[in-house]
């Protein structure tokens, strides 16, 4: 199996908060990796180091073996990684089609020339476009919805919809921030039909950030556990849920009884 | 709206407008008139394009009439000093002005909303500045005077009535151009731009890009407006490119409707007319303008012909093969 993701030592400072310390982590070809840790523990600044948002103080990132650490986000989703967001942000004012479209890179990298002047065969291209779409509307289970404005969906559906446009975007590597926060239980069950639609019949790689433990636990492949910026703890979801470093960062030390999550 | 839904009904409503736009010098011989529908002409060439800017792209930009003055003044002293033709004059205008625009997106796109807005009026005033004392090529406030006509293939466009089909061709093509810009995969990636420029570079759009295209569009545009008016007048000076001319655009295009053509035209229509129709009461005219501004505002913040009335499903093309759901779809999206 293909390494596609490694980030060596990663560390980002804020004036004299260090956000994220010294974090390595590596995501194997194929397999659903997933972050957890405490509330303020780095796990979405990890996100946005990856993602372009912030450069990293120290260390590098490497994606499929290329450095990518200096690279603007928008250059980041042409390598092929895209991402959703903890609080939603869809382009509300925009149709649910439309949000996936704009997404699509033969949209927003139509020429000027072209968007002026082009007949048929620009035609033909938004004609693929659109049924690309349509084909990722039906993964997410709103292609009966295409003409509402993304901001009248039910927050569920927004959330998945997020998903669906960064699937557009054609990426590799598909980084979910809280996927199903705010979710119901059976919104979490599509959401995690999604996810193995989205690895084993797309064939894309899925790393994610999940405070639901029921929900990490079943789904990924492998879990990182993040804490005070500094990652703690590494492996498969039985052994993560057996770690007493864990256990300490969720819910304290010493009072060894008190593990009914 | 549900008339302007059917595209053949669409089609008779436009061919009707346009006899009526080609009729008119013939049912209204008043000259007066005629000059205030250039004008109407001119000012939809302004708004729209810096609709693209503002409403589009999100880009707040007080220094418009910067870029009708480039052009003016470059369509003028090519005109004048070197007897280049004016549709020449006003390929050279669009493209200096362009490159005005580019030169001031560059180093300033970065700013965001208030700060961007500062550098532009400041830009504005530059160039207000540069045509009053750079006195050896523009004469400075005495203005350049007595600037030709166009003319094609030796036919000399000259009476209001000649300007008034010249202007309806380039309000026109700007209206074709613009349209196709808005509803292309370019428009829509200046929309995210708009909305949220973090998400927008989440999905691989990179927005200095698309607000430079939307700046260097506008720019061009307005210069062909400005070359299109100093052939008009004859007579060009500074005043005309003010910081007060920037704000007239803007609030057309604000009252209009931002991110909206149609809102463009009818702000520009409304924002010409009133104050000639205000002419009688020339004392209070500017108040009762400034009140109909706030009440606008305050009433209709959104513009008459807002964002809300965009056509939607840009690229305008029915999903679904066509088979189904586009009629149901077509007529709840517009209520």
């Not at chain 2, 428009?187 to 731009?193: L, S, W, Y």
Request: hydrophobic fraction near 45%.
């Amino acid at each position: 199996m293909a390494q596609i993701l490694e980030t060596i030592n990663a560390t980002i400072k804020f004036g004299g908060l260090t956000a994220v310390n010294s974090v390595s982590i590596t995501q194997e070809e194929g397999e659903i990796l997933s972050l957890i840790g405490p509330n303020g523990a780095g796990k979405t600044t990890l996100f946005n180091l990856l993602t372009g948002v912030y450069r990293p103080t120290e260390g590098n990132i490497k994606f499929y073996g290329e450095e990518i650490t200096g690279l603007k986000p928008h250059e980041r989703v042409d390598k092929g990684i895209s991402r959703t967001f903890q609080n939603i942000r869809l382009f509300h004012e925009m149709t649910v089609l439309e949000n996936l479209l704009i997404a699509n890179p033969d949209c927003h990298r139509e020429s000027i020339w072209e968007a002026v002047f082009g007949g048929r065969k620009l035609r033909q291209k938004r004609q693929r476009v659109v049924e690309k779409c349509e084909g990722i509307l039906k993964a997410i289970g709103l292609e009966d919805k295409l003409e509402e404005l993304a901001t009248n969906l039910p927050y569920g559906k927004q959330r998945l919809l997020e998903i669906g446009r960064a699937l557009s975007t054609d990426p590799k590597l598909v980084l979910l921030d809280e996927p199903g926060a705010g979710m119901n239980s059976l919104e979490k069950e599509e959401l995690s039909r999604l996810i193995y639609y989205i690895t084993t019949d797309m064939k894309k790689n899925v790393l994610l950030i999940e405070h639901d433990m029921k929900f990490v636990m079943g789904i990924s492949d492998r879990i990182v556990v993040l804490d005070h910026g500094e990652k703690i703890a590494e492996g498969k979801p039985e052994d993560i849920q057996n770690n007493p470093l864990v256990i300490e960062a969720y819910l304290g030390k010493g009072i060894p009884e008190d593990d009914d999550d | 709206m549900k008339i302007l839904r059917n595209p053949k009904q669409k089609k008779v409503l436009y061919g009707i407008g346009l006899i009526l736009l080609a009729a008119f010098p013939f049912l209204i011989t008043n000259s007066y008139y005629l000059h205030v529908c250039i004008s109407i002409g001119v000012y939809i060439l302004l708004a729209t394009s810096l609709n693209l800017v503002t409403g589009f792209a999100g880009q707040l930009s007080l220094g418009h009439a910067a870029f009708y003055g480039i052009g003016a003044y470059v369509g003028a002293l090519l005109m004048l000093n070197f007897d280049v033709n004016f549709f020449l004059a006003m390929i050279a205008s669009a493209v200096v002005s362009g490159l005005f625009g580019l030169l001031l997106g560059l180093p300033t796109l970065r700013l965001r909303g208030d700060y961007l807005a500062i550098v532009t009026l400041g830009f504005g005033e530059i160039v207000r500045l540069v045509f009053v004392n750079w006195a050896e090529v523009t004469r400075g406030p005495l203005g350049l005077p007595g600037i030709p006509s166009p003319s094609i293939f030796g036919f000399q466009i000259s009476g209001r009535t000649a300007f008034y089909y010249l202007i309806i061709v380039l309000v026109l093509l700007t209206l074709f151009v613009m349209n196709r810009i808005v509803n292309s995969g370019v428009g829509m990636a200046m929309q995210t731009v708009k909305i949220d420029e973090i998400a927008a570079e989440s999905i691989g759009i990179y927005p200095i890009k698309y607000k430079l295209i939307a700046f260097v569009v506008a720019a061009a545009f307005a210069g062909i407006a400005g070359c299109y008016y100093a052939s008009y007048i004859a007579y060009i000076s500074p005043t005309t490119f003010v910081y007060n001319t920037s704000v007239t655009i803007l609030a057309m295009v604000v009252l209009g409707g931002l991110g909206s053509i149609p809102g463009s035209i009818i702000g520009a229509v409304i924002l010409t007319l009133v104050p000639e129709l205000l002419r009688f009461m020339s004392d209070y005219r500017m108040l009762i303008f400034g009140a109909l501004m706030v009440f606008m505002m305050i009433f209709r913040p959104e513009g008459f012909w807002g964002a809300s009335k965009r056509v939607k499903n840009i690229y305008k093309i029915k999903a679904g093969g066509g088979k189904n759901g586009s009629d149901s779809g077509d007529n709840q999206r517009h209520n």
